[in-house]
Every structure is written in structure tokens, then in C-alpha cells.
């Protein structure tokens, strides 16, 4: 059983910046292509970045481009999405996710293992 576990989120001003992690468990992490949603209340849960099993793909929405950066590390079994100047419309409950092989899917179904999520708050 695969478990995911995110942490590292918090209250921060706008233009500040969160460092997320996920630590994935139970499974080769190598194998797992991983990736971040984020759902904000009354909303859908969207895709926010992604990356590859073996790291040479990361995929983003638009309206985080250039502000958050996906990576990983499989030494220490654990994703990470640093995020720089924040906005208050980036305030969500972020979830990692991850999906065995293949590329960055940006349709939530296409991942069979999540986390619990980790609130983020943007105080303008």
C-alpha cells in the first residue's frame, strides 16, 4: 500500500514563498511519476505541476509558470514544490499524487494514490 504524506504548508503573506514536500512510502518510488493538485474551497481539484518517474519531464498550469518549481528526490523518496511569490488565488489544499510510469497527466483519475493534503493560506 502506497502512502503519501504532504507537509510544509502554512499562512504566508503575498509574495512570500512555501516549500511543500511529500514523502511517498510503501511502494519504489523511482517508478512513480508524481504530481501536485490543489483545490480551493467550492472548486475542482487542478492539476498544478508534475513530474516524471525519472525526472526529465515537468509540466505546470499556466497560472503557476515561472512561480513554482516541482522536483525530486528518490534518495530521500520525497517530491518537493517550492513555491515563490505566492498569491491569495493560490490559497488551496494541496495534495500530492502519484501514478506508476509514464508521463504527467493533468486529469486527476489518471492517479491511484494521494495524500491527505496540506492547507496553504495567502493573506493579501
Known amino acids: 500500500q502506497v502512502q503519501l504524506v504532504e507537509s510544509g504548508g502554512g499562512l504566508v503573506q503575498a509574495g512570500g514563498s512555501l516549500r511543500l514536500s511529500c514523502v511517498v512510502s510503501g511502494g519504489a518510488f523511482s517508478t512513480y511519476t508524481m504530481a501536485w493538485f490543489r483545490q480551493a474551497p467550492g472548486n475542482e481539484r487542478d492539476f498544478v505541476a508534475g513530474i516524471t518517474w525519472s525526472g526529465g519531464n515537468t509540466e505546470y498550469t499556466d497560472s503557476v509558470k515561472g512561480r513554482f518549481t516541482i522536483s525530486r528526490d528518490n534518495a530521500k523518496n520525497t517530491v518537493f514544490l517550492q513555491m515563490n511569490t505566492l498569491k491569495p488565488e493560490d490559497a488551496a489544499v494541496y495534495y500530492c499524487?502519484?501514478?506508476?510510469?509514464?508521463?504527467?497527466?493533468?486529469?486527476?483519475?489518471?492517479?491511484?494514490?494521494w495524500g491527505q493534503g496540506t492547507q496553504v493560506t495567502v493573506s493579501s
Open positions: 499524487a502519484a501514478r506508476f510510469l509514464g508521463g504527467v497527466k493533468k486529469t486527476r483519475d489518471e492517479y491511484t494514490s
